[in-house]
């Protein structure tokens, strides 16, 4: 996408948004929606979900500035899945199960860094970068084996706008443009392999669909974060545009009703509207006003009332200066706010109540359009429909 064709994406946003804050309306749907609470339950269910959804399609699972350089690592634990994120001496990222080929220990126990080769802590069998075993202690006396044959188990891998993603139940490749479709472009605008990582840490919250409807509406704004995002952001006013299951919510900030007095010549239009890109199942990335963004990976844990969530605090560059650092530190101090003190609390009430037996059902409004179209992309891949083409 060009910048001319960025501005004018921005500005159609911007009227948009303006028109619903003028109007006092929102996108919205054609009705409510229902769903059975046995969807939020019932652990048959849950399993085939997570193995359908989690671990058969591209999720997002690091981000291109963790491992910028060859060498650079990161293990991760998702789904009952080890994993190892190296990029190669080629450049390439890849992924691999983490675990030996020889006895199934686990090869690498750091959390991140970076590496020529790994070896693994039970008998010293090495791999190097591009997961090719390449020497094994004591080999004269192990005996003869195809070498050739015992490099890391593979997973899927594809690298696109900033972000790295992977198949967990699979090393056959998938086509990463046909997948994100529209929403390429979108995610691309974010420059996200130009930003600096300034925090990282794992959240435990409700189960994986109370989670993740909290992230995919705007009517709640108001009455639950009024400390915090709530106070730089219009409540129940949401601009939604669809790419298959992945979605861009614009959310209208409280400065939005000033441009009604400026010719649009003179719009600025990020400075006035909240940008909240989510891609199908389970990667949220929140733009914020003042150079800051939230990166949030949601991982249903294993049962239907558990998740765990990466959160990651961007900052646009390195905070240099004390003022620097004060900013970017209240940032995320906010958002951790918002998310644990705030979301998942609420998150977590609600769980508790789903086996009251108070609801059959939960409703989505038709002023929660992003939610119900989360839904029925969970229902579209349970049907096993494989195409996954869209623009």
């Not at 949401?238 to 010549?265: I, K, M, Y």
Request: proline letters at 5%; charged letters at 20%.
């Amino acid at each position: 996408m060009s910048a001319a064709e960025q501005h004018e994406d921005l500005m159609d946003l911007a009227r948009r948004a303006l028109a619903h804050q003028q109007n006092h309306t929102t996108d919205m749907t054609e009705a409510v929606m229902s769903m059975p609470v046995d969807a939020y339950t019932d652990p048959g269910r849950y399993q085939a979900e997570r193995t359908r959804i989690f671990k058969t399609l591209p999720l997002a699972m690091a981000l291109t500035i963790e491992l910028p350089e060859p060498g650079d690592f990161k293990t991760i634990y998702a789904m009952d899945t080890p994993l190892l994120l190296v990029r190669g001496d080629d450049g390439v990222a890849r992924a691999f199960l983490n675990v030996c080929r020889h006895r199934g220990a686990r090869l690498c126990e750091s959390d991140a860094g970076n590496t020529r080769t790994f070896s693994c802590p039970y008998h010293a069998w090495v791999y190097d970068r591009q997961g090719e075993l390449v020497s094994r202690y004591g080999s004269k006396t192990f005996g003869e084996v195809n070498q050739s044959e015992l490099g890391l188990a593979p997973l899927a891998c594809a690298e696109a706008a900033g972000i790295i993603w992977v198949t967990l139940g699979s090393a056959e490749p998938f086509d990463i443009d046909s997948w994100l479709g529209g929403m390429k472009d979108k995610l691309e605008t974010l420059e996200l392999d130009s930003w600096h990582l300034f925090d990282k840490r794992e959240l435990v919250g409700p189960g994986w669909k109370v989670t993740m409807d909290g992230y995919l509406e705007i009517y709640h704004h108001n009455s639950v974060h009024g400390a915090t995002v709530g106070q730089h952001t219009i409540g129940n006013l949401l601009v939604l545009d669809t790419f298959g299951p992945h979605q861009r919510l614009t959310l209208g900030r409280r400065t939005l009703g000033s441009l009604a007095e400026e010719t649009e010549e003179n719009w600025e239009p990020l400075q006035h509207i909240r940008l909240v890109h989510n891609c199908f199942p389970n990667l949220s990335i929140s733009g914020i006003l003042g150079d800051h963004c939230l990166v949030s990976q949601i991982f249903p844990g294993p049962t239907p009332d558990t998740t765990s969530t990466i959160q990651m605090v961007l900052s646009a560059r390195k905070p240099e200066t004390e003022e620097e650092l004060s900013a970017t530190e209240n940032f995320s101090a906010m958002v951790l706010q918002a998310v644990q003190d705030e979301d998942y609390r609420l998150g977590l009430l609600i769980q508790e109540g789903i086996t009251s037996g108070a609801n059959h059902e939960f409703l989505y409004g038709k002023n929660e359009p992003a939610v119900q179209n989360y839904h029925n992309w969970i229902a579209h891949f349970m049907r096993q429909e494989a195409d996954i083409n869209w623009t």
